[in-house]
């Protein structure tokens, strides 16, 4: 039998391990409490704090988490990630993984890994062998840490305890760690804020049956191989066509976000924080019950980070089928782009086809004396279909500079090719200004398609500052003085903030590149680049103005604020 994830069939147990909104779900006889200050797997934590007092020689604590009933010629791996408060001493507890059977009936007593539980979050594990354990009947499975008296005495005796998995195997299998599960063959691609539906159709005879409701499941991979954690469920009565269609855009909430990349990131990577593959279970359910008796697996997809014009593009499916018939990069920009010469700039790219098994970034450098000359800059190998790559796009970090260091390079273009060399992107075009404007400022943004981009500024940027000030009216005592005062600001608040201007665009793509600002001004992920600096700013702009008709000399005038707010640096109390 194949190594395979189990925790799922646990008895008294729920979520493959995850504590979430039913506190029962983690097993009989749970005291510990919900807790969302620490998460690993994207949902609540258990937590357990305090200690039994009446064992003040040794503290600990220990919660049953599940049963299961073993069966014989299996092993079992059993697995969960603890970590303490930041303040916790390193290395001051253990946690251990112990089995039962019956009441405080010790079958395996195993402790695990030295938890070392500090600020981090740390893989605690144990293996069960039911033919030398010999337990019989259900055995409850449970975790108890092992805290110094001096840490309970101090306070500190906190544990968190987050995805509890269990593996087994068989007896002819090696007994040592489960593999990476794979990641899945999706069936199709979404972008996160589009509509996701799935159609399940209600069994034959379902209007005779007691309430009878289909349901569904939503389980997300949290990381690339890994276990696929329950994100979204809710049942829901078919309509007169016998089909229920649910939508499933909730269960990513909170698990696709963007991290901007490192100053001039010069490799092709591979993005795991905007992109999760998932899988939709679904059953039935009648009468009182709550949870289907079995699920049937449906279909495995992947959802990404973004989302596409709902006026333009209502019926496009874009990941799916778009990118590979046109080879897009995630961007609605004009392929042709003027850059600084030290600006740094990315591309997103969709691994849509399964032949695609290496990326290789090829450019070719056009240089101030006339000549030309092509070379693979960057390459990516063992890439597979479904994967979100970074490409870096800039004078810097393409690479292009250095195709032929003694030349000054006036523009370049740049294209994809897999390991045959064949094209499998588009070709993009960039302009360097060799000059550097003196006003010259870049912003990094996330465009609509989950990507970040970054833009030139050059036009005069006006800078203010913003004060807010909360006042409060004193109530004075007869004898007050005259410098004591009836009115005072109880809160003054600065904001820093400017209007910046892309100054004249100008050229054949001048009202493609005046358009496009839109997606800019549609971020919610902006920052001001500063060297290596990434500072945040909010855009607050009302209204844009794209131009007016015939008119070749546009420009972008923005206005943004940064997202701090910097109280009075003079304390009350002096």
């Known amino acids: 039998m194949a190594i395979q994830l189990i925790s799922g069939n646990l008895q008294l147990r729920g979520n493959n391990g995850q504590y979430e909104n039913d506190p029962s779900t983690w097993g009989a006889n749970l005291n510990g409490i919900r807790s969302n200050e620490f998460v690993y797997a994207g949902s609540y934590s258990l937590k357990i704090d305090g200690v039994d007092t009446s064992l003040i020689t040794n503290p600990f604590k220990t919660v049953t988490i599940g049963k299961f009933n073993p069966v014989a010629g299996k092993k079992y791996l059993f697995r969960a990630y603890v970590r303490g408060r930041a303040d916790f001493p390193i290395g001051t507890a253990n946690v251990t993984i112990y089995l039962a059977s019956g009441i405080n009936f010790p079958v395996s007593s195993i402790t695990a890994k030295p938890a070392n539980i500090n600020s981090q979050w740390f893989l605690i594990e144990s293996v069960y062998d039911e033919n030398t354990n010999h337990g019989s009947g259900d055995i409850s499975i449970n975790l108890s840490d092992d805290i110094l008296l001096g840490e309970f005495i101090n306070g500190n005796a906190i544990i968190y305890i987050d995805r509890f998995e269990v593996y087994e195997w068989s007896d002819t299998e090696d007994p040592g760690d ?317 904001q820093e903030g400017a209007t910046l201007n892309s100054g004249f665009i100008t050229g054949k793509n001048a009202v493609a590149w005046a358009d496009y600002m839109k997606d800019f001004l549609l971020s919610r992920k902006v920052y001001e680049v500063n060297t290596n600096v990434r500072i945040p700013v909010i855009v607050t702009q009302a209204d844009y103005e794209t131009g007016t008709d015939q008119d070749f000399r546009r420009s972008a005038s923005i206005q943004v604020k940064r997202a701090y707010l910097d109280e009075s640096y003079t304390p009350d109390a002096l």
């Open 178 to 494: 489960p593999p990476p599960v794979p990641d899945p063959t999706p069936e199709n691609a979404y972008l996160s804020v589009n509509p996701i539906v799935f159609t399940k159709g209600a069994a034959a005879g379902w209007d005779a049956l007691d309430n009878y409701r289909l349901f569904i499941d939503v389980r997300v991979q949290e990381l690339s191989g890994g276990t696929f954690n329950s994100a979204l469920k809710y049942p829901l009565t078919p309509d007169a066509n016998d089909q229920a269609t649910f939508r499933l855009n909730e269960a990513f909430r909170g698990l696709l976000n963007a991290t901007p990349p490192s100053y001039q990131q010069n490799d092709i990577v591979r993005l795991t924080d905007r992109i999760k593959f998932f899988k939709v279970f679904s059953g039935s359910i009648t009468g009182d019950e709550i949870e289907p008796a079995g699920y049937t697996e449906e279909q495995s997809n992947v959802v990404v980070l973004g989302g596409i014009n709902k006026v333009r593009y209502p019926g496009l499916n874009y990941l799916s089928s778009y990118v590979s018939a046109n080879k897009k990069f995630l961007t609605w920009a004009p392929d042709f782009k003027k850059v600084g010469t030290n600006q740094e700039d990315y591309l997103n790219f969709f691994v849509y086809n399964n032949s695609i098994t290496q990326v290789k970034l090829e450019i070719t450098a056009y240089y101030t004396d006339d000549t030309n000359q092509t070379a693979i800059t960057k390459t990516l190998t063992n890439t597979e279909r479904w994967w979100l790559l970074q490409i870096p796009a800039g004078p810097v970090n393409s690479g292009v500079k250095l195709i032929n260091p003694g030349k000054v390079v006036k523009s370049y273009k740049l294209r994809l090719l897999n390991q045959a060399n064949a094209v499998i992107s588009e070709e993009r075009n960039f302009e360097v200004e060799l000059v550097n404007h003196p006003l010259e400022k870049f912003y990094m943004f996330l465009n609509s398609l989950g990507a970040y981009e970054v833009l030139r500024f050059v036009g005069q940027t006006q800078r203010k500052t913003e004060f807010k000030r909360e006042t409060v009216r004193k109530f004075l005592q007869p004898n007050y003085t005259a410098n004591e005062g009836e009115i005072e600001n109880a809160k003054p608040l600065l």
